[in-house]
């Protein structure tokens, strides 16, 4: 490739961009879903990495999902499109900053362990208060149900139901089961989000 392509290939195009909020309670899977996005993987940053590579003595390398404590992006090629997805760390001391990612979002995908019964209203919550923000008034939303690998998990239509999700109005929404460990399901929402961006 000639370097004017090549730089042709890396200039930013907004038009063909995409970005995609990956909110969701602590555990729900949001990291290992970005992980299963890897298929065509151009860039992914995450404030771990970074602090490996500033201490890399001090911080581990094992490969196992931890709990997110920052953010992490990752940019995936879909549909001629670049989607960055933004995953955002769900622990309830983090959940304050999501806001602060809100603006500009083409789509927002919400992800639920259907397995944390205890935590189904808590998450509906969560997920309802912001959708009230107006920086996401009419995007999109895929609700991954997730974790269906395991006996005691809900289904997606229970927790749609549980969740009120028919009350939504003035915004196209989906909910998929899924299973980030394995990858089933990914791919099917992933189809729903290009076909339903914003753009
Ligand atoms: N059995 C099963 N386990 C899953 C699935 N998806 C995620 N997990 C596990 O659930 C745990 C939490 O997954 P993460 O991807 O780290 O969850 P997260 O939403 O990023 O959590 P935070 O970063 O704390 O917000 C990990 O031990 C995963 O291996 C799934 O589909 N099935
Ligand atoms: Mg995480």
């Known amino acids: 490739m ?3 392509s090549l730089l042709r290939k890396l200039r ?15 555990n729900a899977g949001k990291t290992t879903i970005l992980k299963q996005l890897a298929s ?34 990752k940019s995936v090629a879909a ?17 304050p900053y999501w806001k602060n990612y809100f603006a500009n979002t083409d789509v927002l995908i919400y992800v639920i362990d259907c397995t944390d019964r205890a ?12 959708l009230m923000d107006n920086r996401l008034k009419r995007v999109p939303l895929l609700v991954f149900a997730n974790k ?7 289904s997606a239509s229970e927790v749609a139901e549980a969740l009120g999700l028919v ?6 929404w989906e909910i998929k089961a899924c299973t980030a460990v394995d990858g089933t399901g990914i791919k099917e929402g992933m189809d729903w989000v290009c076909k339903n961006m914003k753009k």
């Not at 930013?12 to 602590?26: F, M, Q, S, V, W």
């Not at 151009?42 to 404590?69: D, G, K, W, Y």
């Open 12 to 26: 930013p195009n907004p038009e063909k961009e995409a970005r995609i909020l990956l909110l969701g309670l602590d």
């Open 79 to 95: 549909d001629g499109f670049k989607l960055n997805v933004w995953d955002i760390g769900g622990q309830w001391k983090i959940r």
């Open 119 to 130: 935590r189904l209203s808590e998450t509906g919550s969560e997920l309802f208060e912001m």
């Open 148 to 154: 269906q690998d395991l006996p005691n998990a809900m």
């Open 40 to 73: 065509e993987d151009i860039t992914t940053v995450s404030i771990m990495e970074q602090m490996r590579s500033c201490f890399p003595n001090r911080l581990s390398n094992h490969s196992q999902v931890t709990p997110t404590a920052g953010f992490n992006i």
């Open 2 to 4: 000639g370097l004017l």
């Open 167 to 172: 009350r939504l109005e003035e915004r196209s």
